[in-house]
């Protein structure tokens, strides 16, 4: 919107009614998180976040699909793309839901901008509500993108390379949606716990590439011990999504993931009120 | 519309607010005064909802902020410290966002938009990113997103602190016209800004209310006032010891000190008591001595005076200096009186620690 156009639309000022005008509506919680959530995307947008982990999460799976061992796209001669959901979850762990994240609350407790938030009627679980959903939306952008993969190797006006079978890539972005929803709350708690940004991106990638590696751990680790790994990582929850497997017990565990996080920024945001 | 009740604020073993208890009516714009670090802006957290006190409520029109906290918000229109805006937002996408929080809906919004625009003067800067504004614009901003929805109550914490003389006057007329029918708390240290928009302050200091009540009643208070006087000396046979002593032994004359001498001439300050006017006195010692009379003026104590009287021992503990220092310097009014906002930021967090 230019200047110009706003001041025609405001040029005949109105003097303020006498009587102060009650805005007594039931806030709606609905509306408050979707403008919440609006915002936020917004400014993803608007610096380079958005752009710069969009960019470097494709690049790097582009780079990791086609390039390097004998188990790469060319090499393998298959119409499968497993190699790109091996490589995505570590992506999202490390980086995608880190960076998304850390600017949502640790930036606006720092600027201040966190206090005209909270003093406008909003309650403190739209905000965290809405800073999740901005942020989630920016991942699914992201996972939107990586669709151009198959999309580009295995349809008709492109590379047409082969038959795909698509129902495991479409359960496999059901995976990676799941994991996205419980990175995403991970790193939008760390982020509600610091007022650096930085701190904050390293506490939820280290959190979150423990919590996947220990996945690879699994195979090595004999008895119980190896059972307990395999509860807990993200890795092997992800993986039978890749193969064209809906586990529910997984789709369970991502989203509590997402709600113990959920809960613990609210009360973190919460917190202010009383320290 | 706003009733505060024993207020207490404490950060680990920092008592920030002590017992704070304060009532603004409406129709009343209220200045909200102190030292920084005072407690001010923690009071106006608490108002706003952003803080809870560690004991005490308060009311803001009736509602309970612990019970009613987002009627409490809904009621209310507040402009934190220094205006922190979402930068990459321009000045109307702001606004917009501000007004969706708060449940306007479109029509409403431009109706308003039109009015607070025009009395904030950002008509040229609508289209503008916040981040290309300076501060003084920056700061127009908040106060129109506090505004936005035509509020009962004004929450303002130093809204003026970076606008220029001009805008500050055109704010302070406004903000006198809208507060005939609303309450405003405005905290500020600059106390011509509450003299020309307050008819009430409350003043803080330490975290306890040292002050509060009409200016006139807030000036009396010290119950001294202040009398000028200044000789001519043409020959520099004058000695300024002499004429204090002098001065200071007239019946009624509690202190006195020289002002800084302008050209050819000697300039005192008396202070004394309220009750009796030395002026008769005064001019009769000068007449009885031969000098030369230029001036002899009785003033009552500025705001300013009873301010620094009152919060003087805020300013001497975050400056370290010994609590016996404070007598001394009680009446030391030459001192620049800014220099009491500037000393005091660095050692609030140590008097927290």
Not at chain 1, 88 to 93: E, K
Not at chain 1, 189 to 206: D, G, K, M, P, Y
Not at chain 1, 208 to 235: N, P, Y
Not at chain 2, 172 to 183: A, E, P, S
Request: hydrophobic fraction near 45%.
């Amino acid at each position: 919107m230019t200047t110009e156009t706003n001041a025609n639309l405001l040029d005949t000022p109105e003097r303020a009614p006498a009587a102060p005008a009650r805005t007594l509506t039931k806030p709606s919680f609905i509306a408050n998180v979707v403008t919440i959530a609006g915002r936020e995307l917004r400014s993803y947008f608007d610096s380079l976040t958005a752009y710069v982990v969009i960019g470097i999460t494709l690049l790097a799976v582009g780079g990791f699909m086609f390039m390097g061992d004998d188990e790469s796209f060319w090499k393998t001669d298959r119409a499968t793309m497993v190699r790109m959901f091996e490589m995505l979850p570590w992506m999202i762990a490390g980086i995608v839901a880190p960076g998304v994240t850390m600017r949502s609350v640790a930036e606006e407790k720092r600027s201040g901008t966190l206090e005209l938030l909270i003093t406008l009627p909003v309650r403190d679980s739209e905000v965290i509500l809405g800073k999740y959903i901005g942020a989630m939306s920016l991942v699914l952008v992201l996972l939107a993108g990586s669709l151009l993969y198959p999309v580009a190797m295995f349809t008709k006006p492109f590379w047409n390379l082969g038959v795909l079978d698509w129902n495991p890539v479409w359960s496999g972005y059901l995976g990676l949606v799941l994991l996205s929803l419980a990175a995403v709350s991970v790193g939008l708690f760390f982020s509600s716990i610091t007022e650096n940004q930085i701190v904050a991106f390293f506490l939820s990638s280290f959190t979150l590439l423990a919590l996947t590696a220990i996945g690879k751990a699994v195979g090595s680790v004999q008895g119980w011990g190896g059972d307990v790994l395999a509860f807990v990582s993200i890795l092997t929850r992800f993986q039978p999504f890749a193969k064209g497997l809906i586990d529910i017990r997984a789709v369970v565990y991502f989203l509590s993931i997402a709600a113990i996080f959920l809960a613990a920024s609210f009360r973190s945001l919460e917190s202010r009120k009383w320290s | 519309m706003i009733a505060a009740s024993n207020l207490s604020k404490v950060y680990g073993a920092f008592r920030a607010l002590d017992k704070v208890s304060f009532d603004v009516r409406r129709g009343e714009v209220v200045g909200f005064l102190g030292p920084n670090g005072a407690g001010k802006s923690t009071t106006m957290r608490i108002l706003t909802c952003f803080l809870a006190p560690t004991s005490g409520t308060a009311r803001l029109n009736g509602l309970d902020i612990f019970d009613s906290s987002l009627e409490v918000r809904q009621n209310l229109g507040y402009l934190p410290q220094r205006a922190p805006l979402y930068t990459e937002l321009s000045v109307f996408e702001y606004l917009r966002f501000a007004a969706s929080l708060r449940q306007l809906d479109y029509g409403t919004f431009m109706k308003r938009a039109k009015t607070v625009v025009e009395v904030c003067g950002l008509a040229q800067v609508l289209g503008k990113e916040i981040r290309q504004l300076s501060h003084g614009y920056r700061q127009r901003v908040g106060l129109a997103q506090a505004l936005i929805h035509d509020p009962p109550i004004l929450i303002l914490d130093e809204p003026t602190s970076d606008l220029d003389p001009n805008e500050k006057a055109e704010f302070l007329d406004y903000l006198k016209q809208i507060g005939r029918d609303r309450t405003v708390l405005l905290s500020t240290h600059n106390l011509a800004e509450v003299e020309t928009a307050c008819a009430r302050a409350i003043i803080v200091s330490r975290g306890r209310i040292v002050a509060d009540g009409s200016l006139g009643d807030i000036r009396g208070r010290s119950g001294k006032v202040r009398y000028t006087l200044t000789i001519e000396d043409p020959k520099g046979e004058l000695k300024a010891s002499e004429v204090s002593e002098a001065l200071a032994a007239v019946p009624g004359v509690s202190t006195v000190d020289q002002r800084p001498v302008q050209g050819k001439s000697l300039s005192f300050e008396v202070s004394a008591a309220e009750e009796n006017d030395l002026r008769p006195q005064l001019s009769q010692l000068v007449l009885q001595k031969g000098w030369m009379l230029l001036e002899l003026r009785r003033d009552a104590q500025t705001l300013e005076d009873v301010f620094r009287a009152l919060t003087v021992g805020d300013a001497r503990r975050n400056r370290n200096l010994k609590a016996s220092a404070v007598e001394e310097d009680d009446n030391d009014d030459d001192d620049d009186d800014d220099d009491d906002d500037d000393d005091d930021e660095p050692a609030a967090p140590a008097a927290r620690a």
